[in-house]
């Protein structure tokens, strides 16, 4: 195993640069973004303790979808991934609960080139943790959920809530920090959830401090007399971008890097060894079956920081994602304007559309089945061959 990370221990008297300023959209502006982008973006609605609870996200998003959700409108969506909602039994608005803002791999985006960043002067180099997003929305009765980036009931948010519940330490400094209007945004991790790095033990890794206020990530070394008991992610005193690039091919056992400039902005580097055990090949971006799996299974990401900026690869990788979303987003308008004609006798919509291009899936919408997954799962059993693939890309140009 390699480990080349001698870096210094993150100094603790810097400080951070809040000349980035973050769009924190309301509720009415985020679903704003998400009618304008039919099934990229999403709401999801809760119900927790009888109060409405609402999440956005994301799915099959490009670059351009976060700069420009809504086109003649200046609306920036970058924060729709996990941005929460917390309603009175009234109706009334009690508080948005603010998660991370959306930023790139390196090279996967055009801000994130390494010829626009390599200007950049870096403030901090922390660890990528190999986990599940965590974090916590207060209720108006002051009682604290635990939260995934999408869920309050999916295995990790429950074992989220159990940590809080039974650790005071943790306890104590995500009271305090809600009070105060600060969102601590964690990673959980655990041999219960391993994903490719392996950890030995269950916990919450503290990952950043964020003002709920205004988006500003806060420099976690002016609270280090809040972090009793909390494991705090490792931050590095390294400021050459080069250098983790030239390590982003020999360290082994760690996913990589988050890198925060001095203007606020991030971007992630992963390693080599993450992206190869995450079955990740670049060499496979010409075919054009495998490339409709990443773009599908939302892997495409990580492929597109391993292209440098190379623009023909990512004109290509651009153009089939144009292609998948019209895709969907034309079939699934075709689907619910099939299911529109159900009247409530199942028998009578078969007699009547059972020869429709679209109801096999139409019916088992009927029993709440996800539409969008049905989709997804259709085109990666149409696209599994090479030939296949290129037959189907040719077809829904």
Not at 334 to 360: H, Q, T
């Amino acid at each position: 195993m390699k480990n080349l990370l001698n870096f210094e221990k993150f100094n603790e008297s810097s400080t951070q640069d809040n000349s980035h300023s973050y769009y924190l959209p309301t509720y009415e502006e985020c679903r704003m973004i998400c009618d304008a982008n039919d099934f990229i973006f999403f709401e999801t609605q809760h119900v927790v303790n009888g109060y409405r609870i609402s999440i956005f996200n994301y799915r099959l998003a490009q670059p351009t979808n976060f700069n420009n959700p809504i086109p003649g409108k200046d609306i920036k969506a970058h924060e729709l991934r996990g941005l929460t909602f917390v309603f009175r039994k009234d109706g009334s608005l009690f508080k948005r609960f603010l998660l991370l803002d959306k930023f790139w791999n390196l090279n996967q985006a055009e801000c994130s080139l390494y010829s626009v960043v390599k200007h950049f002067k870096i403030n901090n180099v922390m660890s990528k943790e190999d986990g599940s997003v965590a974090s916590f929305v207060m209720l108006p009765d002051q009682k604290v959920i635990a939260r995934s980036k999408a869920s309050f009931i999916s295995d990790q948010a429950v074992e989220i809530q159990r940590i809080y519940d039974n650790d005071p330490n943790i306890r104590q400094f995500v009271d305090w920090c809600l009070l105060n209007e600060i969102i601590p945004i964690f990673e959980y991790v655990s041999p219960k959830n391993r994903i490719v790095v392996s950890y030995a033990n269950t916990d919450l890794i503290l990952l950043r401090m964020r003002s709920n206020k205004t988006g500003e990530y806060l420099d976690l070394s002016r609270y280090t007399d809040k972090f009793d008991g909390i494991t705090v992610a490792e931050f590095y005193n390294e400021h050459s971008l080069d250098r983790l690039i030239e390590l982003q091919d020999i360290v082994d056992n760690t996913e990589g890097w988050i890198v925060q400039f001095e203007n606020g902005k991030m971007i992630k580097i992963k390693t080599k060894w993450y992206v190869e055990r995450h079955r990740l090949f670049t060499e496979e971006i010409n075919r054009e079956n495998t490339l409709i799996r990443l773009i599908i299974t939302e892997q495409i990401d990580d492929v597109l920081a391993q292209l440098g900026e190379d623009d023909v690869k990512r004109a290509e990788v651009d153009r089939i994602s144009n292609i998948i979303n019209h895709y969907i987003s034309r079939s699934l308008r075709e689907i619910n304007d099939l299911v529109s004609k159900y009247e409530g006798d199942r028998r009578d919509f078969a007699i009547r559309y059972r020869k429709e291009k679209w109801f096999p899936i139409a019916i088992k919408a009927l029993d709440r089945k996800d539409i969008l997954e049905m989709l997804k799962d259709k085109i990666l059993n149409d696209t599994k061959h090479l030939v296949a693939a290129k037959n189907w890309i040719k077809n829904n140009e």
